[in-house]
């Protein structure tokens, strides 16, 4: 019956059951005929389905050993007389007739024993069973001779407040001993420094990060170098590293002899002490460091750095977050930047680059705008007239698009734009959002004709709140006095940049001024970053590429000089700080606790994700690029189902509760989707800016079941070899001590176990239910070896490999075919990311067996990182605890088998027929019809045309797939990606321009290359990151973050079979869809008789969201809720505002070599 999908009518067989089967052969018979004239058999197609349906389901129930855990599972939780099994928290005792492994005997002696082969699926775990109860106890045989204890299996709801705040102290255990490592640094640094007198001929040689090992032309250790041991260390990433001593990295523009920086690597070897001392104490502990404000940086252990092909290294750990949080509070910055005429050419470059360098050192917590001002003011981004914005990646990038389009012309009017400064600041203040902290104007010109101190009197004085950053551009000091002025007078720092070069050291200066009074204060304030990947640091040291860079959180503080002579200069003498990958903190999570579909994620005090599993930091993961905002993803743009962000507010106002919504969540990289209902808990980390939150599904994911076990039992079971356990979790923590870092968790578990190591930090309780897990599923190991020795099985060796995984991330693996035979050889390895147990998640075949019908198998082509894997197909499906709505689920199990097998298996299905002559009506082989089989998300698993295999069937049949969209068989569902990446051409309008008089042309273009020339610095060309300057080339194609809108499709659960028909310019075109019996897979026949192809394919295609102008200023001036720095220092009282800064010398040897070329060009 077309136009609906149904279910079919179903059949109870009495004792006629014979009568009744001949008159059912004969409606198919009068049915095919009928169907031969008017369309496609629906009998011949549900006769092709039910007969694939039960080859392929009783090959994988056999590989599998789906029904023989299943069985022994409900034997031993089987429930005594009246005992209600569905009963939350109440045990679910085993009957006191025997034990779990005495049923397992007893149901094989019973059964017939070992007389041929096993009569049934099941009879050989029983085999298994008996023969190890035997052996461990002679002369037992039956139920009577061996009554054991009862036991129970208990069901439990799991009480996710107590889970998240369990988790959160551990958190906060693991935060606070990072903290603990970094103040150590803090005192020692800061006694060192006390004790140092310091000496401007000071002669000392220390390790350069750079030249350790390296030998000149005569094989001579260079100066600064050093032969220097390094040796493979796995805890940081299989580099080389010293972890007796540290190095020094020195900025390439710098003298790596200057005096202050001697003096300052002299002082700080003091340090080396404390990291060694730090590491023997925390094992866990990565990277050490100190951030000098001269610009070195000590880097414990102490490991090789690599210039790149520039022989440049960018890394300047002045301008890095972890730096700036910790010397300066958070603060509101308006940058004022001069487009008058006489900023023309250069000028203006230095400008730009003056600004954009500003902008790198403003954090998350910093909130800024930047105004251009000639005879009026004009805001670099209109929209945001009047107001602040959040200092994130998204925000600066956006306005540093806008910096290109900035051009000189007229006159400045510095007083009208210092107004327009000091109204935001004032304004933006008084309405409760921004820093409520530091605010600041820091101004870029080429001069200023007077002091314009009656501004400063009308808006500043006298508290002085706003601080004044003047930055003179260009080698003319003419207006040097009044720009100094204006610093000295509002508590700032005047600086004068001349070339390029100058810009960074330059701009940094004033971040010591910032910190004066936090260092007065001397408030050692711990700060925490967002989740981060130093690029610099990452490159320098040569990363293994396939490992990819690893996102890390870092503890920073201040260290300040003690000196009473200094006292009130408050000097800022570097940060310290230590590293804490995300990996390590995601170890604490109790994955089992969560169950399949549960995941724990943690945000910042402004709703950025430090760890969510969707977050996604890498795109092109071959080549690990990371995305340019991948540290600033907010959590309501993972969880955009809370529209309202109630979820994202809560958290970063460290309250704790509880929220509940329905979620889309998608697997397979996104091809997939699972709808569930989501209950989150959540609750603050104390001692960091951070929040913690746990997310459970309702139904099988709320419960959790806990089974007992002899110890001795369990251990034998789990040092099987086909046992292993999730690479990611924690059962036994073997990192906090040196000496157990080469044991494996299964030997942890052993030696705790045991009682020889009864001080290891273990999971008692999960550790329990791994026991458990690992005598349940011991017999499938002997099940599985019966079924690869027996010669008559899987001839064709179709079925590769057999695999199991239980709740407690146990799994194991039997291969019936050689490794280096396998199709797919990186299914459940490391490579197969969403295959095995990560500490995130659950495997995708884990994942999609348990939203499957109890019963069922979930079949799919794996998507591999790159192209589609189309050499293989796996089958799953779910093992409950008890055969209930709440029972969790305990288990899944599957087996990988070849595709051609696969499709073989259906091939041959597909040429039955009920016709007694044994004619078939229609045949898959002739060319009047198409055959498909695809799967619950319109996936095509087998197709006559090989190339489409893989592929989604509205791809290859969209008039069909429309149809099936229109008559509810399959639902559309709408996705949105906020971490989106969008291709962009990157061309420009400046580049069609011309000028009309040549020879104007070549006379500007000339002055522009000597004074190019004159002002140019190599290490400021170099210094710019090359990748983005590429991606800004004009006539390119750039990689730009973007919201994206995609489909995703699902089949309808009640679905059972149905028939179309579609109207093709006055063609019909007829097809059929059918289940295929206990599984997520359909057939479906299509007719070839008329050309569909003007109906447009159904594709999955991303489109992007596009915003239109006021939408893109209404984002923009949003002010998502934030929990501001409990600390702030804007000034000190006692502070000493006279330093303030001074010109830069103006000589410059590269000037005097170009000076007869200026003057040859200049008489022409």
Request: proline fraction near 4%.
């Amino acid at each position: 019956m077309e136009g609906n999908c149904r279910n079919p009518f179903l059949h109870v067989c009495s004792s006629s059951s014979f009568l009744l089967l001949w008159i059912f052969i004969g409606l198919n018979w009068a049915e095919g005929a009928a169907g031969s004239q008017q369309g496609i058999p629906l009998s011949v197609v549900k006769l092709w389905a039910s007969a694939f349906g039960g080859e392929i389901k009783s090959i994988s129930a056999k590989y599998s050993g789906s029904q023989l855990l299943q069985k022994e599972l409900w034997s031993i939780t089987a429930p005594r007389s009246g005992a209600n099994s569905s009963s939350e928290n109440s045990p679910v005792r085993i009957s006191s007739r025997i034990s779990p492994k005495s049923s397992a005997a007893c149901l094989w002696e019973e059964s017939g024993g070992a007389r041929g082969g096993p009569r049934k699926y099941g009879e050989s775990v029983q085999t298994a069973f008996r023969k190890r109860l035997q052996a461990q106890n002679p002369g037992s045989s039956c139920p009577e001779k061996y009554k054991e204890p009862e036991k129970s299996v208990r069901v439990e709801e799991i009480d996710g407040v107590k889970v998240v705040k369990n988790l959160a102290v551990k958190m906060e255990e693991m935060f606070r001993k990072k903290a603990e490592a970094t103040r150590r640094l803090v005192e020692a640094a800061e006694e060192a420094h006390h004790q140092h007198e310091e000496n401007p001929d000071l002669q000392y040689e220390y390790f350069n990060a750079v030249l350790i090992n390296e030998v000149d032309e005569e094989g001579n250790n260079v100066e600064l170098g050093g032969e220097f041991i390094l040796e493979p260390n796995d805890h940081f990433n299989n580099l080389s590293v010293n972890l007796s001593l540290s190095v020094v990295q020195v900025p390439t523009n710098m003298y790596n002899k200057d005096p202050d920086i001697v003096n300052g690597v002299y002082w700080s070897e003091a340090l080396n002490k404390v990291f060694v001392e730090n590491f023997e104490r925390d094992p866990t502990l990565i990277w050490q460091y100190f951030g000098s404000a001269k610009g070195f940086f000590r880097q414990y252990p102490g490991v090789k750095w690599h210039p790149d092909e520039h022989g440049v290294i960018g890394f300047d750990c002045r301008n890095r977050k972890w730096y700036i949080q910790a010397a300066t509070s958070p603060k509101d910055v308006v940058i004022l930047v001069d487009v008058s005429g006489s900023m023309k050419g250069l000028r203006l470059t230095i400008a730009r680059q003056t600004v954009s360098s500003i902008l790198d050192t403003l954090g998350d917590d910093d909130f800024f705008n930047i105004i251009a001002y000639n005879q009026e003011i004009h805001y670099v981004e209109p929209c945001l007239n009047g107001t602040l914005v959040r200092a994130d990646r998204t925000n600066k990038d956006h306005f540093r698009e806008h910096l290109d389009k900035l051009f000189a012309k007229g006159i400045g009017l510095l007083g009208e734009a210092l107004t327009e400064a000091f109204t935001i600041l004032s304004d933006f203040n008084q309405t409760g959002h921004g820093s409520l902290c530091s605010q600041a104007i820091m101004l870029v010109t080429d001069g200023a004709t007077k002091m314009y101190d009656d501004v400063f009197e009308k808006y500043n004085w006298p508290e002085r709140k706003v601080r004044i950053f003047p930055y003179l551009i260009g080698r003319e000091s003419a207006f040097a006095d009044n720009l100094k002025w204006m610093a000295c007078a509002n508590k700032g720092y005047f600086s004068q940049i001349s070339t390029l070069a100058d810009v960074q050291e330059n701009v940094m200066r004033y971040l010591h001024v910032m910190s004066r009074p936090k260092v007065i204060d001397h408030e050692h304030d711990t700060v925490w970053t967002e989740a981060y990947v130093d690029s610099a640091l990452t490159h320098a040291h040569k990363l293994n590429e396939k490992s990819g860079p690893s996102l890390t959180t870092t503890v920073a503080m201040p260290v300040f000089s003690t000196k009473n002579e200094t006292k009130n200069q408050g000097i800022l003498l570097g940060v310290v700080g230590t590293d804490i990958p995300l990996q390590e903190l995601m170890k604490l999570i109790p994955k089992h606790m969560l169950g399949i579909h549960g995941y724990a994620f943690a945000i910042t005090n402004n709703g950025y994700i430090l760890t969510h599993p969707d977050l996604r930091p890498l795109y092109q993961e071959g080549q690990k690029r990371r995305k340019a905002s991948y540290s600033s993803v907010d959590l309501s743009e993972v969880e955009w189902e809370d529209k309202d962000d109630i979820l994202r507010n809560a958290m970063v106002n460290r309250r704790t509760g509880t929220f509940s919504m329905e979620v889309k969540r998608t697997v397979d990289r996104g091809r997939r989707v699972l709808k569930m209902h989501n209950d989150y808990y959540y609750t603050d980390i104390k001692g960091t800016p951070f929040s913690v939150g746990v997310a459970l599904s309702r139904g099988h994911g709320k419960y959790f079941f806990r089974g007992n076990v002899s110890t001795d039992a369990g251990l034998r079971d789990l040092e099987q070899p086909d046992v292993a356990l999730a690479d990611e979790w924690t059962y036994c923590n073997t990192e906090e001590k040196h000496e157990h870092r080469h044991l494996s968790q299964i030997q942890a578990i052993k030696l705790f176990m045991t009682g020889r190591k009864s001080h290891f930090k273990c999971d008692r309780e999960l550790i329990q239910e791994v026991l458990f897990d690992a005598v349940v599923t011991a017999p499938l190991k002997n099940y599985w070896n019966s079924l690869a020795l027996n010669k008559s099985e899987n001839p064709d060796k179709g079925v590769e490999i057999a695999f199991l995984g239980t709740r407690t991330g146990l799994s194991r693996t039997k291969q019936f075919v050689p490794t280096d035979q396998l199709s797919n050889q990186d299914f459940l390895t490391a490579e197969d990311k969403e295959g095995v147990f990560n500490a995130d998640h659950f495997p995708l075949w884990y994942k999609r067996a348990a939203e499957q019908v109890p019963g069922t198998f979930v079949y799919s082509i794996p998507f591999s990182t790159a192209l589609e894997n189309k050499s293989v197909v796996l089958a799953s499906t779910a093992i409950q605890l008890l055969d209930d709505r709440k029972s969790p689920i305990v288990a899944a199990v599957g087996l990988q088998m070849k595709l051609e097998y696969f499709q073989r298996k259906f091939w041959t299905a597909c040429r039955q027929c009920t016709a007694l002559d044994g004619k078939c009506s229609i045949s898959c082989d002739t060319e009047d019809i198409n055959c498909y089989l695809i799967d619950n998300n319109g996936f095509i698993l087998v197709t006559e045309e090989q190339s489409q295999t893989g592929l989604f069937f509205g791809e290859v049949e969209g008039a069909v797939m429309n149809k099936l969209l229109q008559m509810g068989c399959f639902k559309r569902i709408t996705l949105y990606d906020y971490q989106a990446l969008c291709r962009e051409y990157a061309g420009s309008s400046d580049s069609a321009r011309t000028l009309s008089d040549p020879f104007s042309m070549v006379k500007w273009l000339l002055t522009e290359l000597v004074i190019f020339l004159l002002e140019f610095n190599l290490y400021s060309w170099w210094n710019v990151d090359l990748s983005v300057r590429a991606q800004r080339s004009r006539g390119k194609t750039m990689m730009v973050p973007c919201d994206t809108e995609y489909p995703a499709f699902v089949s309808e659960r009640t679905i059972k079979e149905t028939t179309g028909n579609i109207e093709c310019d006055g063609c019909i075109r007829s097809f059929v869809i059918q289940q295929i019996p206990s599984s997520n897979l359909f057939m479906v026949v299509v007719d070839n008789k008329c050309d569909c192809s003007r109906i447009p394919p159904v594709t999955m295609d991303p489109i992007e969201i596009i915003y239109n102008e006021s939408l893109k200023c209404d984002r923009l001036k949003l002010q998502k809720d934030r929990k501001k720095p409990e600390s702030c220092h804007p000034f000190h009282p006692e502070e000493n505002a006279m330093e303030c800064g001074s010109a830069s010398r103006l000589s410059s040897h590269l000037a005097v070599n170009l000076l007869p070329l200026v003057a040859a060009t200049i008489s022409r």
